[in-house]
Structures are given as structure tokens and as C-alpha cells.
């Protein structure tokens, strides 16, 4: 049985392991690498440690405190001046001493381990109890910033929005921001609005004020008040307010509506009507009431806008599944039955394309509900299209390299992780090629960079232009990229290889001045059983890439 317990969390994390006698350090490396699924790199001396972590990042650092040219403690205190900070590192010792292992602990380190008889079989467990530390703190990190991300984004929203929107502390009703809209609204400036009290504002008593803002505080809340202007003009509003919290603190977000000429005109109009068509066309989404039989009975500005009909066209002749593209309607139709018998059933938000009068699509989310005491129901249908792509676009730069198009690094290495992981799985064939441009150097010096980009962009485009969907194309280096071939063996591998390199040769690159060709030199290795991770792989054609170098360039060698 092992004596660690694998995580497969661990993949494709790093491990640097200091230690200067090279058979245990190697036999540290293999346990790791099976016990615990981790890429272990070894070096001996502390100039060698400091050298790997200017090119590299370990997600941790294995440290024999007595190393033959320095101490641990000496090793820490030169990363920490080269980095300003110190990886996660574990301290081992081939003694026990107290006095050190809390000098070690002070300074950081996530274990203190002793090279008794058992230390092997102990070692993988302690290394995946500090890796799970290490993943959940950063787990946690990044929830951190992602809280934070939404709080800007709701503040950026605050300040742009048209509606009259104020943040008041509900301890003492003081006004703490206000957007534009609103110090147009109250007439006041942005300094005196946010120095002013809601209890100043409005015109009900103040005991009276303060229990609706208690009673805000820990729930949604609507309610109508009257509320005075600078210019003494006292207005009727409906406000909607809600908690939220902010850098630990809790205050009341209160959107505020101007709803004196809907009082003005109580007398003429019932109320309940007057409201419902208020809300309706001010909600800033395109929204429409439908009827049982899905006819739109009513639709604002916003959806005229979107759909491209006007309300004549629309209202009481137009179902709203003309709006549906055909591969989401029979969802929607669903949710249209169920939701008058349970609306509770089936979701009140989801994300359908809506197909305009030119003919255009646009991804929507669609908020639904129904109308009390009928069987008609209000949609409120908002486009996030800009949204989608927008993310679309983040997802595309945060997985491929901006230059060529090719994946980046670090998504190569977890694709290849994955494809390798289901080789083994499935028993399925897998090849890698590691491919290098023939002295490209000389391609920068001769004739700049800008062309030895659009040199390494037209490499990449003719890569594509050959293989297949399936395959993952990486920029693993400068002028060095990556191939992971899944279903492909070794020999049908190096015919994919012979057809790149061909196509390599033949391409022309032309510059302002000159005319020149490229060539590369590619190693391919396949999948052996006795690999444990996609890096074996990587090594066995990276060394087949060298011998392609060695024997003169612009060839293909299988390992």
C-alpha cells in the first residue's frame, strides 16, 4: 500500500527539492512524483536553488538544512532578497535539534522532517497535508479578489446608472454615496448630499424613518415616502432598498423612484395600473406580459428596441416564441406550461438566444414570473451578448499565447495533463512533438523582431492548417513549441511531423527587403507505460529534438 494518499489536486505542481546527496534526492524525486502525482526538480547546491527560481516558480521547496556550501536558513535569506518573499518550503535534517526546528518555523517553514528510518514513508503524507494547505490558501485568495471584483463592478454600476441610487449606514441613516443621478434629483452637490442625513430628506417622522431603515437592514424592502428637495419641493418616492455588505460593513442600497405625477394622478388612474406600467417601462430591460396562449399582450420601449418591431406590430398579434431560435424553444415552451401550474417548478432566470426581425441573434438572460391572481406572466429580457463575448475574450487571452494563437504554457500543460491522464485511462495511443525553428536567431538579427514574429504567427498558422481538432498546439519556449497528438502513435506521429516540417520549408516569409525560408527540427516521442506524468513524454522528444539539431537540422527524429 502507499504510505501517502495521492491528490490528484497535485498535478502539475512543482516541487523543488534541495539536497546534495544526488541517490536520495533521486529517490525523493520518484516517491513524490508516484506517491503524491508531483514534478520534482533537484538541485544540489544553494547557487544552483537560487539559479532554477529565477527562471521557475515551485509551489514548494524540499530543504536539507545542511547543505555542503551553505545553510537553509542562508538559502531563505537570498531567495527572500532576489524575491522579496519565500516560496512554501519544508526543512529536512538528517538530526533533531528543538532550538532549530523552531528557528525554522518562525522563519516559515511549513514542516520541520527528521531523515529517521522512516522518513520516506512518512515524507509523501507531510507533502500532501502542506500541499492541501497551499492549495486552499489560494483557494481562498482568489475568492478574496473575486468578492472584491464584484464589489468594484457593483460600484462602477452605482455610478453609471441613470436611477436615482443612494448607500446610507443604517446604524444612523447618514447618506454615505449617492450617484449622479441622485444629486441631480435632490439638488444638492456630491459633498453636501453625502454629508446630509435620509432622516433630513424625508418628510416622515424621524422615529418612523429609522424603523424602516432597521427593518431594511436585514432584509429587501419597498416602501413609498415623501422626500424634500433643495429647492423645498417635496416629492412623493418609491423606494427599493436592499442590504449589502462592503469592506465588512453593512449598509442599505436604496434605489429611489419619482413617483409624484403618478400621485398627481391617482384620482384619474387606479393605482395598481399606474404602478404596474410605471415599473414596466422603467425597468431598462426589453419586457413584455404574455398571455396564456404565449401572445405578447404587452411590450415596453426597451423590447421594441431589441426586437426591431414596433408595439403596434407586437402587442396582441405576435406570440413571443417568433423571438425564440428553434434550438431553445421547445425549453422555453416547457417552462411556459409548468410555470402556470407551479412556477416555483421551473426557473424564474435562465440564458436563451433571442432572434430579432433582421434576423440577427443576441444571447439574453430571461427573467419571468407570473402575474398574480392570473395566468399571464411578465419577461424581462436583458442582452448580455457584449457580456459573453467579452468573457469569451478573457477566457481566449487567459489560455493562449497573444502573439501566435497557440496555446500559452501553462493551458498546454494542462491540456496535455489531461489528454496524457486519459491515455493511460483508456490504453489509448498518445504522441508529443517538440518542434524548434532552425536558427532563428539569426532570423531577429538579419531582420528584427517584428519579423521574427510574424515569422513565428505564420509557423503557428501553418501548424493549424495540418492538424487536427483534437490536437494541442503549445508555445512552450521562445521559438519552440509543442505538439500532443492524441490517438496517434509513434509512427503516424512522425508522419504528422514529416508534413509539418515540409510545409515549414515551403513556406516563404518576405519582408520589406528580402525574401527567406525557415526550417525546424522536430522530436517526437510516444506514450510508454512506464511514464507517470506528460513530462516524460516532453523529455523523450525534447531529446529527440536535440538529435534532430545534432545531425544537422531541419529533419525529424522519433526517440
Known sequence: MRSGSYDEKNNGMQVLLVEDAADQGLLVCRILARECGLTCHQVFTCAEALDWLRYNSADLILL?????????MELLEAIERENGQTPPFIVTTGYGDEILAVNMMKRGARDYLIKHDNFLQELPAAINRVLADIVLERQHDASRR?????EIRYFQFFQSSKSIMLMIDPQNGKIMDANEAACVFYGYSYRRLTTMRITTISQDPFEEVMDVIRKAENEQNHFETRHKLASGEICHVEIFSSPIDFENKRYLFAIIHDITKRKQAQEALKYSENLYRTIFEATGTASMIIDEDTTILLANNEFQKLSGYSREEIEHKMSWTSFVVPEDLERMLKY?????????GVPIKYE????????????????IGMVPGSKRSI???????ERKMLENQLRILATTDPLTGAYNRRTFFEMGGIEFNRSKRYENALSVLMMDIDHFKLVNDNYGHNVGDITLSTLVANCMSILRAIDILGRVGGEEFSVILPHTSGQEAMLVAERLRQVIEKSIMETDNAVFFITVSIGVAEIRPEDITVDDILKRADHALYQAKNKGRNRVELD
Open 64 to 72: 536539507d538544512y545542511n547543505l555542503s556550501n551553505c545553510t537553509a
Open 146 to 150: 473575486e468578492i472584491r471584483e464584484k
Open 336 to 344: 411556459h406550461r409548468e410555470r402556470r401550474v407551479d412556477q416555483l
Open 352 to 367: 436563451f438566444r433571442f432572434l430579432n426581425r433582421s434576423g440577427q441573434v443576441f444571447t439574453c438572460i430571461n427573467t
Open 379 to 385: 419577461a424581462s429580457v436583458m442582452d448580455i451578448s
